[in-house]
């Protein structure tokens, strides 16, 4: 995975420490939902089963593979 700086400093919380790549993996090839933001970043979320239900986002670079962020977004899925 090619990731920013930024992703493996937030990977450090401990709230981010239990996404697994696995989760970040399936959310970047099989989205229930994509976004693109105004300043060309791609918003991807989906729900992980393995975590109880959850909704995991995942915010790419413009070039659409880089990994900027990762996190589960308590508003994003109904």
């Known amino acids: ?3 920013t700086a930024y992703f493996h400093h937030m990977r450090l919380r401990p709230d981010r420490a239990v996404i697994l790549d696995e989760w970040i993996l399936d959310t970047l090839r099989f989205p229930e939902r994509e976004e693109v ?3 060309g970043r791609v918003r991807r979320w989906r729900r992980i089963p393995a975590a109880g239900g959850r909704v995991l986002r995942v915010v790419l670079l413009p070039d659409g593979e880089t990994i900027h962020n990762a996190f589960f977004d308590r508003n ?3």
């Open 37 to 39: 933001q105004g300043d």
């Open 76 to 78: 994003a899925l109904p």
């Open 1 to 3: 995975m090619k990731c």
